[in-house]
Structure formats: structure tokens, C-alpha cells
């Protein structure tokens, strides 16, 4: 089955303890990124990829990292977490930037 | 001015009724659009491509205005499973809109 997952779901965690969500996709897709989501603010994009190794900030790419040296696979990494990066995670990927993405479920994430 | 803007509603509509959001965009360079659905915080799943011509999909039309910058999508005959977020997406980036959540009521 083609399909993009995330891990974990859920995570609660403090402040400052790092942490990293994975991302998976096995449809071969060269691009993927990750996204939060904040009541009235939509989806932001975070980071992108276009390919194995080439990565690029996106919108609020601030307080995060990425890595991308598999082409499935595309963490993101929150080296020092803080309260303002409670939210829900997706991750995305698709053949190309302009081509039809797929989500991952989610990663619902509060720091406290 | 945002990039993409949406109309965030709420839109409450009896079953039945047709429905139309509207998105508007910034950048005139842009190429590539789309409505995604999203369902209570779930992920978004594609709804439809938008096509220059238009193009409809069952109940759902949508249509494109580069001269005004602007995306539409219109449903036909709500339906209860309708209710949802609905996502414009602009150009090449991928640029989400803030949604627009319809709620129908029977």
C-alpha cells in the first residue's frame, strides 16, 4: 500500500529535550516536507526536499532541522524543543513541488 | 498580503445546497493548484486538481481566474459527509490557504 507514515502519533515531552519524528514514504517520490498546523494559521511549511541531500527552508523553518540521506526518509529534528512548537505535524511528499502531495497521518506534538 | 487567502467560514448549509469558496492568490506566476479536504485534524487528502479550463469531479466544479487571480470550488448538492475543512494550494511550493471549514446540516 502507498502511503506516507509518521512516528509517533503522540508526544508529549519538556522543554529542551531533543527530540525527532520520523518520516516515511514508499511511493518513490523525490520531493517531501513537513508542515504544522495552528488553529487559524493553516498548514507553514517547515523544510523541504527535493531530493536526497538537497534540503531548503520553508516558511517557519526556525527552532527545527532536517536531514534527507535516503530518499524515503525525511526526520525532522527538534534539536531544543519549547512550548511555542506545540502543534499537530504532517509530513508530506509527491513526485515533484507542483505535483499532488501525500500526508502522513500526523504527529501531534506538546512540549511543556 | 498573504499568498493565499481563504475565506475561513464557518459555512453552515442545509443538505442539499450548493456551496461555493472561493481562494485568492498573490503570485501571477503561479502554475499549480489544488482543493484538499481535511477532516478533523486529519491529514489533508487531495479533493481535486484545478485546470485552467475548469474541470468537475461528480458534484465539485472547479474553476481558475488568472485574470483575477483567483480559485473556486463549488459543490453541488451537499451532502452530510461533505462537512470539512476544504485547502486551497498555490504554485509550485505548495502554499496552503487557512481553509475553509463548511459544515452541512440535514
Known amino acids: 500500500e502507498a502511503q506516507v507514515t509518521q512516528n509517533p502519533r503522540y508526544l508529549i515531552t519538556v522543554t529542551g529535550k531533543k527530540l525527532t519524528v520520523t518520516c516515511s514514504q514508499n511511493?518513490?517520490?523525490?520531493?517531501m516536507s513537513w508542515y504544522r498546523q495552528d488553529p487559524g494559521l493553516g498548514l507553514r511549511q517547515i523544510y523541504y526536499?527535493?531530493?536526497?541531500?538537497?534540503?531548503d527552508k520553508g516558511d517557519v523553518p526556525e527552532g527545527y532541522k532536517v536531514s534527507r540521506k535516503e530518499k524515503r526518509n525525511f526526520p525532522l529534528i527538534l534539536e531544543s524543543p519549547s512550548p511555542n512548537q506545540t502543534s499537530l505535524y504532517f509530513c508530506?511528499?509527491?513526485f515533484g513541488g507542483g505535483a499532488e502531495q501525500f500526508f502522513g497521518p500526523g504527529t501531534r506534538l506538546t512540549v511543556l | 498580503r498573504k499568498e493565499v487567502e481563504q475565506d475561513p467560514g464557518p459555512f453552515n448549509v442545509p443538505e442539499g445546497a450548493t456551496v461555493a469558496f472561493n481562494c485568492t492568490y498573490s503570485?501571477?506566476?503561479?502554475?499549480?493548484f489544488f482543493w484538499y479536504r481535511q477532516d478533523c485534524r486529519k491529514e489533508p487528502k487531495l479533493l481535486m486538481s484545478?485546470?485552467?479550463s475548469g474541470n468537475e469531479d461528480g458534484r465539485f466544479t472547479a474553476q481558475l481566474n488568472r485574470a483575477s487571480q483567483y480559485i473556486s470550488l463549488l459543490i453541488r448538492d451537499s451532502k452530510l459527509s461533505d462537512s470539512a475543512t476544504y485547502l486551497c494550494?498555490?504554485?509550485?511550493?505548495?502554499?496552503f490557504g487557512a481553509g475553509t471549514r463548511l459544515t452541512v446540516k440535514p
Open positions: 508530506a511528499s509527491s
Open positions: 511511493m518513490n517520490h523525490e520531493y
Open positions: 526536499s527535493m531530493n536526497v541531500e538537497v534540503t
Open positions: 503570485n501571477s506566476a503561479s502554475q499549480s
Open positions: 484545478v485546470y485552467s
Open positions: 494550494v498555490v504554485n509550485y511550493d505548495m502554499r
